[in-house]
């Protein structure tokens, strides 16, 4: 059964219903709020193309200003380590010292570095 187009869409051959969201890819959503600093991941959000996908995480996770900036990114381009290999993954980060914040002094009322 063909469901009709939507109205006001941008490609008459999107169609409302289930069967879209098995075609299209994921988008992991990024928003930087007002007050912070840096963007947070929020959800995910399927969509055919990166400007729908923009679209889409505005209207879902925005819809109260909750922010001023938004990053869509396909979640199939996301490289994660494994958790359960964080012993060989981060060990290296052991040997190097001279990284850790305890070696600097950071004057007062800095807050952000």
Known sequence: MRQESRP??????LRWGDEMNND????????R????LSHRHVGSVH???AEIALRHARDTYTRRMEGISLWV???????ASDPSEDG???A???D???RHPTFYDIPDGITHI
């Open 47 to 49: 969509a055919p193309d």
């Open 73 to 79: 990114v396909p979640s199939a381009s996301i490289i």
């Open 8 to 13: 006001g869409s941008m490609d008459p051959s």
């Open 92 to 94: 290296p980060a052991e």
């Open 96 to 98: 190097k010292i001279y």
């Open 88 to 90: 060989p993954m981060f």
């Open 24 to 31: 299209w890819p994921l988008w992991e959503v990024f928003v």
């Open 33 to 36: 709020a007002r007050s912070g």
